[in-house]
Protein backbone atom coordinates (compact mmCIF):
# COMPACT_ATOMS: atom_id res chain seq x y z
CA UNK A 1 0.00 0.00 0.00
CA UNK A 2 1.11 3.30 -1.03
CA UNK A 3 1.68 6.36 1.77
CA UNK A 4 -1.87 7.25 2.46
CA UNK A 5 -4.63 4.45 3.14
CA UNK A 6 -8.01 5.68 1.58
CA UNK A 7 -11.17 4.99 3.71
CA UNK A 8 -14.33 6.13 1.65
CA UNK A 9 -17.11 6.19 3.71
CA UNK A 10 -20.36 5.67 1.66
CA UNK A 11 -23.45 5.72 3.55
CA UNK A 12 -25.72 5.60 0.58
CA UNK A 13 -29.14 6.24 1.77
CA UNK A 14 -28.41 5.96 5.45
CA UNK A 15 -28.17 8.51 8.12
CA UNK A 16 -29.59 11.00 9.58
CA UNK A 17 -29.13 14.39 12.11
CA UNK A 18 -28.34 12.15 15.05
CA UNK A 19 -25.86 9.83 12.70
CA UNK A 20 -23.94 12.77 12.42
CA UNK A 21 -22.96 12.96 15.69
CA UNK A 22 -21.47 9.64 15.59
CA UNK A 23 -18.79 10.51 13.94
CA UNK A 24 -16.64 12.07 16.28
CA UNK A 25 -15.36 9.02 17.64
CA UNK A 26 -13.61 8.95 13.94
CA UNK A 27 -12.86 12.33 14.04
CA UNK A 28 -10.92 11.48 17.40
CA UNK A 29 -9.16 8.64 16.00
CA UNK A 30 -7.65 10.30 13.21
CA UNK A 31 -5.76 13.21 15.44
CA UNK A 32 -4.16 10.34 16.82
CA UNK A 33 -0.16 10.50 14.84
CA UNK A 34 -0.22 6.38 14.48
CA UNK A 35 -3.20 7.01 12.00
CA UNK A 36 -1.74 9.86 10.13
CA UNK A 37 -1.41 7.42 7.07
CA UNK A 38 -5.00 6.94 6.67
CA UNK A 39 -7.34 9.38 4.87
CA UNK A 40 -10.79 9.31 5.34
CA UNK A 41 -13.59 10.61 3.08
CA UNK A 42 -16.83 10.49 4.27
CA UNK A 43 -20.06 10.45 1.63
CA UNK A 44 -22.81 10.75 3.42
CA UNK A 45 -26.31 11.23 1.84
CA UNK A 46 -26.90 14.77 0.00
CA UNK A 47 -29.45 15.94 3.05
CA UNK A 48 -26.10 15.61 5.76
CA UNK A 49 -23.53 17.21 3.68
CA UNK A 50 -23.67 20.87 5.28
CA UNK A 51 -23.87 19.32 8.23
CA UNK A 52 -20.92 16.94 7.68
CA UNK A 53 -18.92 20.14 6.75
CA UNK A 54 -19.51 21.36 9.41
CA UNK A 55 -18.39 18.59 11.71
CA UNK A 56 -15.34 17.90 9.77
CA UNK A 57 -14.13 21.80 9.77
CA UNK A 58 -10.61 22.11 10.89
CA UNK A 59 -10.40 17.75 10.77
CA UNK A 60 -8.29 15.90 8.52
CA UNK A 61 -11.63 14.02 7.43
CA UNK A 62 -12.77 14.92 4.07
CA UNK A 63 -16.47 15.19 2.53
CA UNK A 64 -17.93 13.66 -0.71
CA UNK A 65 -21.11 13.73 -2.27
CA UNK A 66 -22.26 10.06 -3.53
CA UNK A 67 -23.54 11.42 -7.49
CA UNK A 68 -23.80 14.94 -9.60
CA UNK A 69 -25.85 16.00 -12.26
CA UNK A 70 -23.41 16.44 -15.43
CA UNK A 71 -24.97 20.13 -16.08
CA UNK A 72 -22.44 22.10 -14.28
CA UNK A 73 -24.31 25.12 -12.62
CA UNK A 74 -28.13 25.15 -12.49
CA UNK A 75 -30.77 23.79 -14.35
CA UNK A 76 -34.45 22.97 -14.23
CA UNK A 77 -33.35 19.56 -13.17
CA UNK A 78 -35.44 18.19 -10.29
CA UNK A 79 -33.97 16.33 -7.75
CA UNK A 80 -30.36 17.16 -9.09
CA UNK A 81 -27.11 18.50 -7.48
CA UNK A 82 -24.75 20.02 -9.53
CA UNK A 83 -20.85 19.81 -8.44
CA UNK A 84 -20.80 24.01 -8.38
CA UNK A 85 -23.28 23.00 -5.46
CA UNK A 86 -21.27 20.55 -4.22
CA UNK A 87 -18.20 22.23 -4.01
CA UNK A 88 -19.83 25.55 -2.79
CA UNK A 89 -21.09 23.49 0.21
CA UNK A 90 -17.52 22.40 1.21
CA UNK A 91 -17.44 19.03 0.26
CA UNK A 92 -14.05 18.17 -1.78
CA UNK A 93 -15.07 14.59 -3.30
CA UNK A 94 -17.70 12.84 -5.42
CA UNK A 95 -18.36 9.53 -5.89
CA UNK A 96 -19.37 8.89 -10.05
CA UNK A 97 -20.38 5.74 -11.73
CA UNK A 98 -21.41 3.71 -8.42
CA UNK A 99 -23.20 0.62 -10.45
CA UNK A 100 -26.49 1.04 -7.62
CA UNK A 101 -26.38 4.24 -10.56
CA UNK A 102 -25.16 2.51 -13.23
CA UNK A 103 -27.98 -0.02 -12.53
CA UNK A 104 -30.85 2.63 -12.71
CA UNK A 105 -30.16 3.35 -16.24
CA UNK A 106 -26.87 5.98 -15.93
CA UNK A 107 -24.40 5.78 -18.83
CA UNK A 108 -20.84 5.85 -19.55
CA UNK A 109 -21.27 9.14 -21.80
CA UNK A 110 -23.02 10.54 -18.66
CA UNK A 111 -20.59 8.97 -16.39
CA UNK A 112 -17.88 10.88 -18.27
CA UNK A 113 -19.92 14.32 -18.33
CA UNK A 114 -20.54 14.36 -14.72
CA UNK A 115 -16.04 13.77 -14.76
CA UNK A 116 -15.59 16.75 -16.62
CA UNK A 117 -17.80 18.46 -14.71
CA UNK A 118 -16.46 17.38 -11.67
CA UNK A 119 -12.66 18.39 -12.73
CA UNK A 120 -13.74 21.48 -14.26
CA UNK A 121 -15.17 22.42 -10.44
CA UNK A 122 -11.41 20.89 -8.91
CA UNK A 123 -13.41 18.61 -6.91
CA UNK A 124 -11.55 14.93 -6.49
CA UNK A 125 -13.76 12.39 -8.56
CA UNK A 126 -14.34 8.78 -7.19
CA UNK A 127 -14.55 6.82 -10.44
CA UNK A 128 -16.46 3.37 -9.56
CA UNK A 129 -16.10 1.25 -11.98
CA UNK A 130 -16.98 -3.13 -11.78
CA UNK A 131 -18.80 -5.77 -13.79
CA UNK A 132 -21.54 -8.13 -12.37
CA UNK A 133 -22.25 -11.20 -12.13
CA UNK A 134 -23.48 -11.51 -15.35
CA UNK A 135 -20.77 -10.69 -17.16
CA UNK A 136 -18.30 -12.37 -15.15
CA UNK A 137 -19.67 -15.53 -15.62
CA UNK A 138 -19.18 -14.93 -19.27
CA UNK A 139 -15.72 -13.84 -18.93
CA UNK A 140 -16.81 -10.04 -20.24
CA UNK A 141 -14.97 -8.88 -16.82
CA UNK A 142 -11.96 -6.91 -18.62
CA UNK A 143 -13.54 -6.06 -21.54
CA UNK A 144 -16.30 -4.07 -19.28
CA UNK A 145 -13.67 -2.43 -17.48
CA UNK A 146 -11.97 -1.18 -20.20
CA UNK A 147 -15.08 -0.24 -21.66
CA UNK A 148 -16.29 1.94 -18.28
CA UNK A 149 -12.43 3.12 -18.43
CA UNK A 150 -12.39 4.58 -21.67
CA UNK A 151 -15.51 5.82 -22.35
CA UNK A 152 -16.07 7.27 -18.65
CA UNK A 153 -12.83 8.85 -19.21
CA UNK A 154 -13.35 10.44 -23.10
CA UNK A 155 -11.53 13.42 -23.87
CA UNK A 156 -10.01 13.36 -19.77
CA UNK A 157 -6.07 14.02 -19.47
CA UNK A 158 -4.99 13.83 -16.22
CA UNK A 159 -5.90 11.37 -13.64
CA UNK A 160 -4.46 13.38 -10.46
CA UNK A 161 -7.73 13.47 -9.01
CA UNK A 162 -8.94 10.94 -10.04
CA UNK A 163 -9.48 8.08 -7.60
CA UNK A 164 -10.34 4.43 -9.56
CA UNK A 165 -12.58 2.19 -7.41
CA UNK A 166 -12.84 -0.80 -8.33
CA UNK A 167 -16.48 -2.40 -6.98
CA UNK A 168 -17.55 -5.79 -8.51
CA UNK A 169 -21.03 -5.48 -8.67
CA UNK A 170 -21.56 -9.03 -7.41
CA UNK A 171 -19.39 -8.24 -4.45
CA UNK A 172 -21.54 -5.13 -3.34
CA UNK A 173 -23.66 -5.84 0.51
CA UNK A 174 -23.64 -10.03 -0.71
CA UNK A 175 -20.10 -10.88 1.66
CA UNK A 176 -18.62 -12.35 -1.52
CA UNK A 177 -15.40 -11.10 -2.01
CA UNK A 178 -12.71 -12.65 -5.20
CA UNK A 179 -9.62 -14.24 -3.11
CA UNK A 180 -6.90 -11.82 -2.65
CA UNK A 181 -5.20 -13.92 -5.89
CA UNK A 182 -8.02 -13.00 -7.79
CA UNK A 183 -7.95 -9.63 -6.68
CA UNK A 184 -3.89 -8.58 -7.07
CA UNK A 185 -4.72 -9.65 -10.79
CA UNK A 186 -7.98 -7.95 -11.52
CA UNK A 187 -6.40 -4.67 -10.17
CA UNK A 188 -2.76 -5.25 -12.18
CA UNK A 189 -4.98 -5.67 -15.55
CA UNK A 190 -6.64 -2.37 -14.29
CA UNK A 191 -3.68 -0.67 -14.02
CA UNK A 192 -2.54 -1.75 -16.95
CA UNK A 193 -5.50 -0.37 -18.79
CA UNK A 194 -5.14 2.79 -17.35
CA UNK A 195 -1.56 3.39 -18.20
CA UNK A 196 -2.26 2.24 -21.89
CA UNK A 197 -4.72 5.68 -22.01
CA UNK A 198 -2.12 7.83 -19.32
CA UNK A 199 1.42 6.29 -19.40
CA UNK A 200 3.55 7.39 -17.21
CA UNK A 201 0.68 9.14 -14.54
CA UNK A 202 0.20 7.89 -10.89
CA UNK A 203 -3.37 5.57 -10.61
CA UNK A 204 -4.62 5.67 -7.61
CA UNK A 205 -6.64 2.22 -7.11
CA UNK A 206 -9.01 1.20 -4.31
CA UNK A 207 -11.45 -1.24 -3.54
CA UNK A 208 -14.99 -1.90 -2.73
CA UNK A 209 -17.61 -4.78 -1.99
CA UNK A 210 -18.08 -6.26 1.34
CA UNK A 211 -15.39 -4.70 3.19
CA UNK A 212 -15.85 -5.21 6.57
CA UNK A 213 -14.00 -5.57 9.92
CA UNK A 214 -13.63 -9.79 9.74
CA UNK A 215 -12.29 -9.42 6.09
CA UNK A 216 -9.73 -6.55 6.55
CA UNK A 217 -6.91 -8.08 7.93
CA UNK A 218 -6.87 -10.29 4.42
CA UNK A 219 -7.61 -7.91 2.00
CA UNK A 220 -4.89 -5.02 3.60
CA UNK A 221 -2.35 -7.70 2.27
CA UNK A 222 -3.07 -6.57 -1.35
CA UNK A 223 0.04 -4.11 -1.69
CA UNK A 224 -1.25 -2.91 -4.79
CA UNK A 225 -4.33 -1.37 -3.46
CA UNK A 226 -4.65 1.94 -2.03
CA UNK A 227 -7.90 1.62 -0.05
CA UNK A 228 -11.05 0.96 0.30
CA UNK A 229 -14.50 2.38 -0.37
CA UNK A 230 -17.06 1.33 1.65
CA UNK A 231 -20.74 1.08 2.69
CA UNK A 232 -22.25 -1.18 5.03
CA UNK A 233 -19.39 -1.39 7.59
CA UNK A 234 -18.96 2.57 7.22
CA UNK A 235 -22.28 3.61 8.65
CA UNK A 236 -21.68 2.20 11.99
CA UNK A 237 -18.39 4.10 13.84
CA UNK A 238 -17.24 1.56 15.97
CA UNK A 239 -16.47 -0.95 12.71
CA UNK A 240 -15.47 1.75 10.71
CA UNK A 241 -12.73 2.82 13.50
CA UNK A 242 -11.78 -1.08 13.75
CA UNK A 243 -11.47 -1.13 9.95
CA UNK A 244 -8.69 1.38 9.98
CA UNK A 245 -6.71 0.11 12.96
CA UNK A 246 -6.48 -3.07 11.38
CA UNK A 247 -5.38 -1.74 8.38
CA UNK A 248 -2.69 0.30 10.00
CA UNK A 249 -2.17 -1.51 12.96
P1 LIG B 1 -20.80 -2.65 0.85
O1 LIG B 1 -19.53 -2.33 1.59
O2 LIG B 1 -22.03 -2.48 1.70
O3 LIG B 1 -20.72 -3.96 0.16
O4 LIG B 1 -20.96 -1.54 -0.30
C1 LIG B 1 -19.89 -1.29 -1.12
C2 LIG B 1 -20.21 -0.09 -1.93
O5 LIG B 1 -21.08 -0.10 -2.79
C3 LIG B 1 -19.46 1.13 -1.63
O6 LIG B 1 -19.63 2.10 -2.61
Not at 38 to 50: E, F, H, N, S
Not at 192 to 202: R, V
Amino acid sequence: MTNKILFIANWKMFGDLDSVKSIKSVINLSKKKKYKKAKIIYCPPYTLLDKFVIKTRKTKLCVGAQNCHQVINTGPYTGAISTTMIKKIGAKYVIIGHSENRSNGETNNQINKKIHSAISNNLNVIFCIGENLFEKKHNRTNNILKKQIYLGLKQIKKIDKIIFAYEPVWSIGTGKILTNKELTKQIIIIKNIIKNLFKKQKTKIIYGGSVNNRNINNLKQINEIDGFLIGGASQNSKKFIDIIKKTIN
